[in-house]
């Protein structure tokens, strides 16, 4: 709840987590630990993500049976209900009634920078490399709540494409929520720092098939890491060959090299030298990239297939719609 403009929640008893967390055991461990008692409610389509070993509640909207679960099963002042990427939309009327603001939300990024969706993907894009945890009340608005309290740190430097970031992410994570439980346990009030709403960033969520068109005009730094941001664990960013039937394909571990020779960016795209484990493809800029994965639909690495002087594009009409 909140109290002069400071967030507490005296003689914590519950944690309610909405949605789905990879780190869902980890989380209600550290409950168990520290005499918690936990729930989780989710979507159908969250359940399925969710160990079957774990109770969970299906509700797939806010409705009455939704608020009645609520009300009937938690002592809401002695509750930290928490979202987890949940599907829900919460009203301030649901926030402020029925949660009574103990509705928190954990996020990863320096907000107001960063609000939405696409993750690692834009960040990769843009070159960030400060990790942020932070956890804010959760209000009518997307990540835009008052914040309790965050704790930034540089992401290592093996961190290059999003299953690297997100693993460390995770690690941090679990070490932040214990740090933030622990002070609510032990009664600790919070400040809260409303976010500047003159500063800050939505970020659209992004697709591999529909937004990971490689435009083979972008500067050679560019181009690198735009094919790293759409890396493991998605897809991989696509594009074609004009040589052979492949179709679309996916371009994962890529590497920036500038040890060769110049560019022009009339060559771009076009496969130079091929040194068995890795090919050399121009760019537009100073560099030249080595491509150790081609995919082909099925995920086939088909770089035994592609021939000196092979071209890479994309078609024009996908990279309008990206």
Not at 103 to 125: C, E, K, M, Q, V
Not at 177 to 200: C, D, E, R, W
Not at 223 to 237: C, K, Q, R, T, W
Request: proline content about 2%; charged content about 25%; some cysteine.
């Amino acid at each position: 709840m909140i109290i002069n403009n400071k967030f507490l929640i005296k003689s914590i008893k519950n944690i309610v987590f909405f949605g789905y967390s990879e780190k869902i055991f980890e989380l209600i461990e550290i409950n168990k630990n520290l005499n918690l008692k936990s729930s989780v409610i989710t979507t159908s389509d969250q359940a399925n993500l969710i160990d079957s070993r774990i109770k969970k509640k299906v509700f797939n909207n806010i409705d009455n049976n939704f608020t009645n679960f609520i009300s009937k099963n938690f002592d809401i002042k002695s509750t930290l209900f928490i979202s987890m990427g949940a599907r829900y939309i919460f009203t301030k009327k649901i926030i402020n009634d029925l949660f009574l603001n103990n509705l928190i939300n954990f996020h990863h990024s320096r907000l107001p920078l960063d609000a939405g969706g696409g993750g690692y993907t834009w960040r990769i894009l843009r070159e960030d490399r400060i990790d942020n945890q932070l956890v804010h009340l959760v209000d009518e608005g997307i990540d835009s709540g008052p914040i309790i309290e965050s704790l930034a740190s540089i992401y290592p430097s093996y961190c290059k494409v999003p299953i690297d970031f997100e693993n460390y992410k995770l690690e941090r994570f679990l070490e932040f929520y214990k740090k933030i439980i622990l002070k609510i346990v032990s009664g600790k009030t919070f400040p809260l720092k409303i976010q500047a709403n003159y500063f800050g960033r939505y970020n659209p969520r992004l697709s591999s098939d529909k937004d990971g068109h490689i435009d083979w005009n972008l500067d050679s730094r560019d181009l690198y890491n735009f094919i790293n941001a759409f890396d493991e664990p998605y897809s991989g960013a696509n594009t074609y060959l004009n040589n052979g039937d492949f179709g679309k394909l996916y371009i994962k571990k890529a590497h920036l090299h500038g040890g060769d020779f110049s560019n022009h960016p009339y060559l771009s795209g076009i496969v130079s030298r091929h040194d068995k484990n890795w090919i050399v493809v121009n760019t537009s800029g100073k560099h030249v990239l080595l491509l150790e994965e081609v995919l082909d639909k099925n995920g086939k690495n088909i770089l035994s297939k592609i021939k000196v002087g092979d071209r890479f594009y994309t078609k024009v009409s996908e990279l309008e719609k990206s």
